[in-house]
């Protein structure tokens, strides 16, 4: 088992930066892949950005040279800075943690970006 609790949500404003973070209990924290989801009301989840256990990243093409995924094993922390911030970046953000069919979900932390 895995439990995953997001912080950092909050208010910002266009153009500003944000920085979320995902804290992890369990085992084995360091064989999941980890990835950053957002939802807004009347939408499917979409991937944001996502780090494998080795370390390899990939970002939605919405979030491309704004948002860096970045994870401390050592901490049993999943991070995601968010630079440049948009209005259209406002969601509920939700820390996932996967390894072979095994998905594990935080309770999600509301991002409000105002024009």
């Known amino acids: 088992q895995v439990q995953l609790v997001e912080s950092g949500g909050g208010l910002a404003q266009s153009g500003g930066s944000l920085r979320l973070s995902c804290a992890a209990s369990?085992?084995?924290?360091?064989?999941?892949?980890l990835a950053w989801y957002r939802q807004t009301p009347g939408r499917q989840r979409e991937l944001v950005a996502r780090?494998?256990?080795?370390?390899?990243?990939d970002y939605g093409d919405s979030v491309k040279g704004r948002f860096t995924i970045s994870r401390d094993d050592g901490k049993n922390t999943l991070y995601l800075q968010m630079n440049s911030l948009k209005p259209e970046d406002t969601a509920v953000y939700f820390c996932?943690?996967?390894?072979?069919?095994?998905?594990?979900w935080g309770q999600g932390t509301q991002v409000t970006v105002s024009s």
């Open positions: 996932n943690a996967h390894r072979f069919a095994t998905y594990y």
């Open positions: 369990g085992r084995a924290f360091t064989s999941y892949s």
């Open positions: 780090v494998t256990a080795g370390g390899n990243t």
